[in-house]
């Protein structure tokens, strides 16, 4: 198996099988022995650069005593870590956790992100949340609590110094979601927000009519040592987009949204006037 190219899938590819490892407690000679490999061969898997098939993958992962869902998520991922972009389909809504989206935002160093309907997710309230998830079709009930809280646990990367750029269509800030109290609660947790030094929110006006952002959101994700990934999800999907022409159009997209939105001090002033 040829090395394995620096993508979404091949990373996330190579941290599921670096943690199955560890969990066992072994040192790495230790589970090559028991597998008759050489060591050599072991680290060039973990390290990326292949050199297994699928019995021998197998082999490993049932050593390792990998849950029967990771066993077939690690298995699907063995031969298309190399390939750029990814879409996750799922047979019903989105997962409550986000693996691959999480394990991204973990190591990114900056997000510049747009929002045409709703406030962005990392900056919901809570009520706003469930006010959301209530209402979108193939939610259970039972799971609204594990989904609300799974999405205010992803907020914590709001003080992980990281920076963050929403740009947030004004017709988004003024759809009620939850009623009035929950939306002017949710308004002014924006202005709270929008003070940190490490958060940028710039609202693009309903008067300038058409513009570069009207296709539908996204965000676009920058990391220190891989190349920037653009995401964007709908009810039953999430997609990676990671080839230079995707990401190159994204970015023109900003660009041009950077060219008309309101700038931070203007757009504090406009919700402040939404909501009073």
């Not at 799922?90 to 406030?119: D, F, Q």
């Not at 990367?157 to 929950?182: C, N, T, W």
């Not at 997609?239 to 994204?250: G, K």
Request: hydrophobic share 45%.
């Amino acid at each position: 198996m040829p090395a394995r190219a620096s993508t979404v899938r091949g990373r996330e590819f190579g941290a599921g099988l670096r943690a199955v490892v560890d969990s066992t407690g072994m040192s790495h000679r230790a589970i090559a022995g028991l597998l008759g490999w050489d060591p050599q061969k072991l680290s060039d898997l973990l390290t990326g650069k292949g050199g297994v098939g699928e019995i021998d993958f197998a082999r490993l992962l049932g050593l390792c005593r990998v849950t029967e869902e990771e066993f077939d998520h690690l298995m699907s991922l063995l031969k298309v870590s190399r390939e750029k972009g990814w879409w996750q389909h799922y047979k019903g809504v989105l997962p409550v956790k986000m693996r691959t989206l999480i394990e991204h935002e973990a190591v990114m160093s900056e997000v510049h992100s747009w929002h045409l309907t709703l406030v962005p997710g990392l900056v919901q309230i809570p009520d706003y949340i469930r006010a959301l998830y209530v209402v979108w079709p193939k939610i259970k009930a039972k799971d609204i609590d594990l989904r609300v809280e799974a999405r205010v646990a992803r907020q914590r990367i709001l003080d992980s110094g990281r920076k963050f750029f929403f740009y947030v269509h004004e017709q988004a800030l003024m759809l009620p979601v939850g009623g009035e109290a929950v939306w002017r609660d949710q308004l002014h947790h924006l202005l709270r927000m929008s003070v940190r030094p490490n958060i940028t929110i710039r609202v693009v006006p309903t008067r300038i009519g058409a513009h570069a952002g009207t296709m539908g959101e996204f965000r676009l994700m920058k990391f220190k040592k891989i190349p920037s990934v653009v995401y964007t999800d709908t009810m039953n999907s999430g997609i990676f987009m990671e080839d230079e022409v995707s990401v190159e159009l994204y970015t023109d997209i900003l660009k041009s949204l950077d060219g008309v939105a309101l700038d931070a001090e203007e757009s504090r002033g406009l919700i402040t006037d939404i909501v009073s």
